[in-house]
T-cell receptor, first 111, second 113 residues
Framework: DAKTTQPPSMDCAEGRAANLPCNHS???????VYWYRQIHSQGPQYIIH???NNETNEMASLIITEDRKSSTLILPHATLRDTAVYYC????????????FGQGTELSVKP | DGGITQSPKYLFRKEGQNVTLSCEQN?????MYWYRQDPGQGLRLIYY???????QKGDIAEGYSVSREKKESFPLTVTSAQKNPTAFYLC????????????FGEGSRLTVL
């Protein structure tokens, strides 16, 4: 199974960009990278996903390296409400959509 | 409203008792999942189901059982065989598409007294 590695915690100043890294060096060619976030005691929320190309939506941007071994989630203007645990996961191919979550990065946005 | 409903939100049980957590969805999604989360930890997969009448074990299935008799419903039973059942349980659904995202319910918090 492809696994991901994320820093356990990060701080970011309010209004600045938050750049959350993720390593997935064993990712295979047809596996997608997904990002979710979880605010305390709530269900995780989908943010964005990608395969090879960079992706952007109303919440964030996803930058995937050319070798696909790592990616970065960018929150362009972090707010206090972005304080949450962010999970980077790789969809395991050939196993019917089994999705494995790692430990995530606890992002603290500070005023 | 469309979505995923988990019940109960909070549940207390005595040791040795089985308890069933409900997960109902009206999103018409094919796949459903159960995850467990312990304090300060990530999510761990218990069971998942891709279609009705079929389900597979996740990474920590021991002490749990599920059924998928209807597309809309995927109940999880925490049996007395589960050694440390106190946890936050999350149900999720996904469309059948290969790139479908997961949608999560609000969770059920089980405490064993």
């Amino acid at each position: 199974d492809a696994k991901t590695t994320q820093p356990p915690s990060m701080d970011c100043a309010e209004g600045r960009a938050a750049n959350l890294p993720c390593n997935h060096s064993t990712i295979s060619g047809n596996e997608y990278v997904y990002w979710y976030r979880q605010i305390h005691s709530q269900g995780p929320q989908y943010i964005i996903h990608g395969l090879k190309n960079n992706e952007t939506n109303e919440m964030a941007s996803l930058i995937i390296t050319e070798d696909r071994k790592s990616s970065t989630l960018i929150l362009p203007h972090a707010t206090l409400r972005d304080t949450a645990v962010y999970y980077c996961i790789v969809r395991v191919s050939g196993q019917g959509g089994k999705l494995i979550f790692g430990q995530g990065t606890e992002l603290s946005v500070k005023p | 409203d469309g979505g995923i409903t988990q019940s109960p939100k909070y549940l207390f049980r005595k040791e040795g008792q089985n308890v069933t957590l409900s997960c109902e969805q009206n999103l018409n999604h094919d796949a459903m999942y159960w995850y467990r989360q312990d304090p300060g930890q990530g999510l761990r997969l218990i069971y998942y189901s891709q279609i009705v009448n079929d389900f597979q074990k996740g990474d920590i299935a021991e002490g749990y059982s599920v059924s998928r008799e209807k597309k809309e419903s995927f109940p999880l039973t925490v049996t007395s065989a589960q050694k440390n059942p106190t946890a936050f349980y999350l149900c999720a659904t996904r469309t059948g598409a290969n790139t479908g995202e997961l949608f999560f319910g609000e969770g059920s918090r089980l405490t064993v007294l």
